[in-house]
């Protein structure tokens, strides 16, 4: 910066525009650097405690022990990743989550995908009203909706069961899933079916083989977001899954952490690592979509 | 209700397209436009529309409109977990109690600060974020990377990290503030959670740490549509970084901006899982949320016509929310 300056000073005598040229010059250079230095604060703060979290799977109970505890493990060790499975029934979980949030979201998307293209296609009172619902019912508190739904479950003796947790989740999906969708079926041009139609293709055969393969990329993404948040979803599970061969990786995860204060550090970290993977890997698969589906759903709804 | 009349209007009508399309329209290339109902009638989407919409309407309708009416009507009844006792309709005494209940109004209130401190958190910060990867930054890829992480991990995941930061002891944080000499060397190591002023404040930070990344993804796409021309043009016209941001960008992308702020603060203001992992609602109190509340009385004490009342209040103040500050918005568009 410094030296920019002083390469702008002498031209500033000579002539009027350079020196606003090398003024310009230096404040673009600074404005650079702020932007950097604003981009490292950003990394910081995001990074840091994942680093943490995984630098302290990774640590022996010794290193854990330590009153001064240092970024990264000195010998690290996969003992914590061992002593997780044992301390709580964890593949299990990891099974029981697979089961409730693959179920969920093959119901959820198949429900959402001709409700999506009919609300789209077909506009009328009942689009109108059946996105307002969807608006309205993201309002509503989650304890407004698992007081009814576990009401209702207790009589049909579906609490403590993945089937109702599929159930409430599928509920809680639905919305979303159909704003998501319908985002994507606008995108697909009317134009191209009609001139099916005018060949003389049949309703399910233009939906076959003109819609869905165009609404594919959407759907994909659709599913693996409602996937992502069936996976990681906490509350409902807690209220409905008690015993744990029935809980998911979510409320397995709370069990670790104990009495207050007395958490076993090193497993605790270690399963929080892998409960994460799975929807690290679809996030991954998902980048570039989550903004445009997200976006579509919002503004052009 | 008025759909009913085309929908069997258009009964009749299919019935006459394969004629016209046989006889009437005989001439190649390209169609005339067609009006909307010519086109719904062609795609037989009058009659076929109830086929598809069914199926999502009615688990909508009975999973969802269902018990959340169901819901609303429990806040009027003395309805408990695991009676056996009949439940009665006791009219607003629900209310009534809710009214003078000083705890779940202390709770509402430290419910708002933190949907409020939240929100504008998240937004200011994610909006630098969204504006900084916009750029043509070295390293840019790496901020976006890490910027979707945190909306992958589980909530429950995001709370155990944290608690793995704030910890008294193993916690890096401590570490890292005796290290920059901010804990003096005989000072006792802070301990964030239970602090009775440090609690709220350290939660807030997860909950933007938490929701900052979603923010920026749909800034950032926002961003991405505003007119590069626009930007350009004025920064011929000699405009500053701030009037460029402030009469180009910011109208272009305050739509999404103000979309985005009122479903985080519904969000926020519903949230439950960060904060039972973090602090299940202590010390004292302090960081108790209207949903951590609302679950305790109802999966604890088994209230759940208590509960349900106070599910009904919070729906309502987060609709007057939203009314005010949509409005608002609205308002300056307008003007």
Redesign the interface.
């Known amino acids: 910066m410094s030296g920019t300056s002083s390469l702008g000073a002498p031209t500033a005598r000579t002539s009027a525009p350079s020196a606003g040229h090398g003024r310009r010059r230096t404040l673009r250079l600074a404005?650079r650097t702020g932007?950097?230095a604003?981009?490292l604060c950003?990394?910081v703060?995001?990074?840091?405690?994942?680093v943490?979290?995984v630098s302290?799977s990774f640590k022996s109970p010794q290193e854990?022990?330590?009153?001064?505890?240092t970024?990264l493990p000195q010998h690290p060790t996969l003992e914590n990743f061992r002593a997780a499975f044992e301390a709580q029934p964890l593949a299990r979980s990891a099974l029981n989550s697979l089961i409730v949030a693959g179920g969920a979201t093959l119901i959820s998307v198949a429900?959402?995908v001709?409700?999506?293209?009919?609300?789209v296609?077909?506009?009328?009172?009942?689009s109108t009203a059946?996105n307002g619902?969807v608006l309205v019912?993201?309002?509503?508190?989650?304890?407004?909706?698992?007081?009814?739904?576990f009401?209702?479950l207790k009589n049909l003796h579906l609490v403590n069961s993945l089937g109702g947790l599929i159930?409430v989740y599928?509920?809680w999906n639905?919305?979303f899933s159909?704003w998501m969708l319908q985002g994507y079926v606008k995108a697909v041009p009317?134009s191209l079916?009609?001139a099916a139609?005018?060949d003389g293709a049949s309703?399910p055969r233009?939906l076959r083989s003109v819609v869905l393969p165009l609404l594919a990329p959407g759907l994909v993404a659709t599913l693996m977001f409602s996937f992502?948040t069936a996976?990681?979803e906490?509350?409902f599970a807690?209220?409905l899954l008690k015993s744990p061969e029935t809980q998911t990786?979510?409320v397995i995860?709370?069990r670790?952490?104990g009495d207050?204060g007395v958490?076993d550090?090193g497993p605790?970290?270690a399963a929080?690592v892998l409960?994460?993977i799975p929807?690290?890997l679809?996030?991954?698969l998902l980048?570039r979509r989550?903004?445009?589906g997200?976006?579509a759903g919002?503004?052009k709804g | 209700m008025s759909t009913a009349s085309p929908a069997s209007l258009g009964d009749e009508a299919t019935g006459t397209v394969p004629a016209a399309r046989g006889g009437g329209r005989g001439g190649r290339g390209t169609p005339p436009p067609r009006t909307p109902a010519a086109r719904k009638r062609l795609l037989g989407l009058d009659h076929g529309a109830w086929f598809l919409l069914l199926p999502a309407l009615l688990p909508i309708l009975v999973l969802s409109v269902g018990p959340l009416l169901y819901a609303i009507s429990l806040a009027f009844t003395d309805a408990q977990f695991g009676r056996t006792v009949e439940t009665d309709f006791i009219g607003v005494t629900n209310f009534a109690d809710l009214r003078l209940d000083s705890l779940f109004w202390e709770s509402f209130r430290i419910g708002l600060v933190w949907a409020v401190a939240v929100t504008a958190l998240q937004l200011v910060l994610a909006l630098g974020l969204a504006l900084l990867l916009n750029q043509n930054l070295r390293f840019r890829w790496l901020a976006r990377t890490l910027a979707l992480v945190p909306w992958a991990m589980p909530e429950v995941v995001v709370g155990i990290m944290w608690r793995l930061v704030y910890h008294q002891d193993a916690g890096i944080l401590n570490k890292t503030l005796r290290q920059v000499g901010l804990i003096g060397g005989s000072a006792e190591n802070i301990d964030w959670l239970t602090n009775l002023s440090l609690a709220l404040p350290a939660v807030i930070l997860v909950g933007v740490w938490a929701g900052m990344p979603q923010t920026t993804v749909v800034l950032l796409a926002g961003l991405q549509n505003v007119p590069h021309e626009l930007t350009e043009a004025a920064q011929l016209d000699g405009a500053g970084v701030w009037r460029r941001f402030a009469s180009v960008t910011w109208p272009a992308l305050k739509p999404v901006a103000v979309a985005m702020t009122a479903l985080n603060f519904i969000w926020n203001f519903n949230s439950f899982g960060l904060v039972y992992v973090l602090t299940q609602g202590g010390p004292g109190g302090q960081t108790r949320l209207p949903m951590l509340f609302a679950y305790e009385e109802a999966f604890k004490y088994g209230q759940f016509g208590y509960a349900a009342a106070m599910g009904v209040v919070m729906i309502a103040v987060v609709a007057v929310f939203l009314t005010v500050f949509l409005r608002k918005r609205l308002k300056e568009d307008a003007i």
Not at chain 1, 45 to 50: G, I
Not at chain 1, 64 to 69: F, K
Not at chain 1, 114 to 119: F, H
Not at chain 1, 121 to 126: D, E, F, M, N, T
């Open positions: 404005g932007q950097y604003g981009l950003y990394l703060f995001l990074a840091f405690p994942l943490w979290l302290t854990l022990g330590r009153i001064d505890p970024w429900l959402a001709p409700a999506a293209y009919a609300l296609r077909h506009r009328s009172l009942v059946a619902w019912s993201q309002m509503f508190p989650f304890v407004l909706v698992i007081i009814p739904l009401l209702v159930i599928v509920v639905l919305p159909l009317v079916e009609e139609a005018v309703r233009i992502v996976w990681n906490f509350f807690l209220v990786m979510s995860l709370t670790f952490l207050e958490a550090l605790l970290a929080s409960a994460t929807s690290l679809f996030f991954a980048q989550l903004a445009s997200m976006l919002a503004v």
